[in-house]
């Protein structure tokens, strides 16, 4: 072989070495254009569309071989989030309600497929919220107003379960409910307070009340405690002799001094001289 076919065929190799680089570069580029890998992160699940229709099946985290240009994936997140929303309703009782919830929930992972084919990533604008409101307005209207305030932990249970239950079907779990607050009308308020200080006066007289019978219901027992004793002590008087016995229990008292004015008429005092006889004795 000549030099000039050394030369040609030394060309040649060179070009189809750039054309075999180019190819390359370009089938990477395509690669990278097509991507037929996806990376579902920590807290995402992906859900497949095949041709633009929904799949059956969900990714779950980590690296997935999906077809080029056949399936697409969309990315919906699975942690818990959290929604605040203002409610105004009506108690039992016709009192309106002012409240605030905060909803703590995430999409079921096994069924994101199902959320986003019917509501997209608009769920918490389409579904939660209008169910928060729908749901606090039938809990409240079974309670009275006073009812809401002094049964705050059944109301909430109630309205857990209600909104639970509804979210459940459309594939969202619900993880906690939060009421804040109830506010009421002023008018509703102050006879609310009117109501707790009435209850509070009639607690204040009942005790009052109570004191005092248990003052009188003393005096009873202390009065017959009394009229016992005076009992007891006139029956010993009559079994130890009457009249003599108080004359010696007198007797037994006197210090010994005669008073030093008599009344006319008058004996000395505990001084009996019809027992004694002429001789004195």
Request: glycine share 6%; aromatic share 8%.
């Amino acid at each position: 072989m000549n030099f000039e076919e050394q030369e040609k065929a030394r060309r040649k190799k060179i070009i189809g070495r750039s054309i075999a680089g180019v190819l390359i570069f370009i089938a990477f580029i395509l690669l990278l254009i097509i991507n037929p890998i996806v990376i579902i992160r920590a807290g995402y699940r992906g859900v497949i569309l095949q041709w633009g229709a929904v799949s059956d099946r969900v990714l779950g985290e980590g690296i997935h071989w999906v077809i080029p240009i056949a399936n697409s994936i969309t990315k919906v997140d699975v942690t818990v989030q959290k929604i605040s929303k203002d409610v105004t309703a009506a108690s039992r009782d016709l009192q309106t309600v002012h409240t605030k919830i905060a909803l703590n929930y995430h999409p079921d992972a096994l069924k994101v497929n199902k959320l986003y084919q019917s509501f997209r990533h608009e769920y918490a604008e389409r579904i939660v919220q209008p169910t928060i409101d729908e749901f606090v307005k039938r809990t409240t209207a079974h309670y009275t107003a006073e009812e809401l305030i002094t049964k705050r932990e059944m109301v909430k249970s109630d309205l857990k379960k209600s909104i639970t239950e509804a979210l459940a079907s459309s594939g969202l779990i619900v993880t906690d409910v939060y009421m804040t607050d109830f506010d009421f009308s002023k008018e509703f308020n102050l006879s609310i307070e009117a109501k707790v200080k009435a209850e509070q006066e009639a607690l204040k007289e009942k005790n009052n009340l109570e004191a005092e019978k248990f003052k009188a219901q003393q005096k009873i027992v202390a009065a017959e405690a009394t009229a016992r004793a005076i009992k007891i002590q006139a029956e010993a008087i009559t079994q130890q002799g009457g009249k003599d016995f108080v004359q010696l229990k007198a007797v037994e008292k006197w210090n010994g001094v005669l008073p030093t004015q008599m009344i006319p008429g008058s004996s000395v005092p505990f001084v009996n001289l019809t027992g004694f006889d002429k001789g004195g004795k």
